[in-house]
């Protein structure tokens, strides 16, 4: 029996983890002349760069993306990874030298993180040393180490979660894959739309967030509505996307991650789709049409995934 299939050729994952704190951080390298696009929809986003991979930037490549935990103090992470990018070639061209563009977005593990334990630059740069292609490993890794689901009652009634990852091929040949980093303050929903992940009650049954929020008047005591929670996607694919084409299939990611997680995009998430788009870009309608629709489809199974790669995972 096969298994995952990898992300297109030329793109290359890795993490930087560190159990002991619980936290890390994950870099996505595309290959040299991609486009990259994002969607920002949660209410607490923490971003860096994100404004010049837009529907309205002048930028046309996108050197990486790094998705990190540590909130707002990880976005350092991208420092070691421009670095390591500008030593190894990779950027874009200006007349004083490469700058890499490598827009960047965090997770909210500072409830769980040992204190002053947060990514950094040398946290980026290790990433890059390990960023391979195939099928990246998946779990408690990376941006993924220190992330939960599920948390209005509380940390230790939350679903732990981490690294997804989905991948298909579209009828045309293009393929599309979706890395995740599960950390909702909602539930990860199934399918049919079961509660595969969310709080637990005291009997350790799976608990429905919406149901719970709306038989109360007020937070209970301890609640994920006072941490910082954001799922986080990065879509890859070979296929020809123009710019403004990888914005609406980063758009129509963000539909997926809705329809994994429920409630989703609230006050208290910063949840952010990025896509990168390797493939000779070429204005084909109905093309960006098909792979933002698989693109969704791989998103949901990414954040699925995310909980099921955490799944009998210490910690």
Known sequence: MSGPQAPPAGFAIGH??????????????????????????GGGPGTRETDVIGPLAGAAETTAVVLSGGSAYGLAAADGAMRWLEAHGRGYATPAGLVPIVPAAVVYDMAVASPGARPDAEAGRAACEAAAGGVPERGLVGAGTGTAVGKLLGREAATRSGVGYAAARAASGEIVAALAVVNAFGDVIGPSGEVVAGPRGESGELLRTSELLAGME????????????TTLVCVMTDAGLERAACNRVARMASGGVARAIDPVYSDVDGD????????????????????????????AAAIRDGVAAAAGEPG
């Open 16 to 41: 930087w983890s560190d159990p002991s704190a619980t936290s890390g951080c994950t870099v996505v390298i595309a290959p040299p002349g991609s486009r990259g696009a994002v969607d920002v929809r």
């Open 218 to 229: 007020s937070p209970p005591e301890w609640t994920g509505m006072r941490e910082r929670n």
């Open 272 to 299: 952010v789709a990025f896509c990168l788009s390797s493939g000779e870009p070429r204005a084909d309608r109905f093309s960006a049409i098909a792979i933002g629709a698989l693109a969704a489809t791989v998103t």
